[in-house]
């Protein structure tokens, strides 16, 4: 059988409303990193995005550490995370994503990358695309059997009761969720087999403003804010959950509304490019700070915006803009995220 390459689509996980259970079920905790192939041939290592991006150059600490990991040829799956004293910071990986060399060296220094690895492709000249879950689990461990620092093996349960304290706990060290995985499925590259359990919480926002959708016939996304103790109002992330004529109705709804915010009338606002975003226009239109949207969300990013792009519920006519504060949001509590990735050492 022919040794898949890097140009692999990973295989993805469909949201769940609950946990599956049943003898043919297994769990692993959600990381939120980047999800990344690594293939070793020889003294080579590659380490690939889910996007096709070579990830070598912003992670050299990762690709030393590889150098260490035994085996002559292999290709595992896995997630690059960054971990901070307050658990996982996906702001702070995104940071690396830096096109000069100079900062790259330094964020690696000292705020060095992990990998977590969850599951193998090949070992050797064999494929394992073709072979159920628990063979190429007992195929990573031999891979990881001794990994160097930095280099994790994800720890996994049959026992859903176990899963669901994973759910709760480590929220507070930064994962996204619990991933559930069928013991003798394939490995099925794109498609989404997988199912993942995440967070989801509600929130009522104010809207501050909206972006064009692209052939600027309506709305792209509603740009939503909170304000903080001081009243301050931030920009916390944004909703694009709409119809194509529920996008035309809110250009048409929303135009009277239209302002031009300064800085003295808001903290953080939107329009930063992120380093993923490939060149794409970030700029929005602000309105008056006079409606309320509810809206549910996965995780509040270092507390201080929507990790994803939030899903719209309702308009709240019934709730004034200055009760929209960041003192909704319910924080987990803090869990030590050394205890989760050195559980399998």
């Given at each position: 059988?022919?040794?898949p390459d890097l140009g692999l ?34 003294d080579r290592i590659e380490m ?117 304290s994973w759910f709760w706990s ?176």
């Amino acid at each position: 059988m022919t040794v898949p390459d890097l140009g692999l689509e990973p295989m993805l996980a469909a949201v769940a409303e609950e946990l599956p259970e049943g003898p043919t079920w297994t769990y692993e905790p959600k990381w939120d990193g980047f999800r990344t192939l690594v293939r070793r041939s020889g003294d080579r290592i590659e380490m690939v995005s889910r996007g096709g991006r070579d990830l070598n150059r912003y992670f050299p600490e990762l690709v030393e550490a590889f150098s260490h990991l035994g085996g002559e040829q292999w290709l595992i799956d896995g997630e690059v995370i960054l971990a901070l004293d307050h658990g996982l910071d996906f702001d702070a990986l995104q940071q690396r994503i830096h096109p000069a060399a100079s900062r790259i060296k330094m964020l690696a220094e000292t705020t060095p990358a992990s990998y977590v690895a969850f599951d193998a492709l090949a070992v050797g000249d064999e494929s394992l695309v073709a072979s159920p879950l628990e063979e190429r689990r007992q195929r990573l461990e031999q891979v990881l059997q001794d990994p160097p620092e930095r280099i994790y093996l994800t720890p996994r349960t049959a026992d859903p009761e176990l899963a669901r304290s994973w759910f709760w706990s480590y929220e507070g060290a930064g994962l996204d969720g619990v991933i559930g995985k069928r013991r003798g499925e394939h490995y099925l590259p794109g498609k989404r087999a997988w199912v993942k359990l995440k967070h989801r919480r509600t929130a009522d926002c104010v809207l501050i403003g909206y972006r064009l959708s692209n052939d600027g016939s309506g709305v792209g996304s509603l740009l939503l804010g909170l304000h903080d103790e001081g009243g301050v109002l931030h920009y916390v992330g944004h909703t694009s959950s709409f119809d194509a004529a529920t996008r035309r109705a809110l250009l048409k709804e929303l135009q009277p509304m239209r302002i031009e915010p300064t800085a003295e009338e808001m903290g953080r606002a939107p329009g930063a490019l992120s380093r993923w975003s490939q060149g794409k226009t970030q700029d929005w239109v602000g309105v008056r700070p006079e409606r309320v949207v509810e809206v549910s969300y996965e995780k509040l990013q270092a507390g201080q915006r929507f990790r994803h792009a939030a899903r719209f519920l309702r308009w709240r006519e019934d709730k004034t803009p200055a009760e929209c504060s960041f003192e909704q949001i319910s924080l987990p509590a803090a869990f030590d995220l050394g205890a989760i990735i050195s559980s399998t050492r």
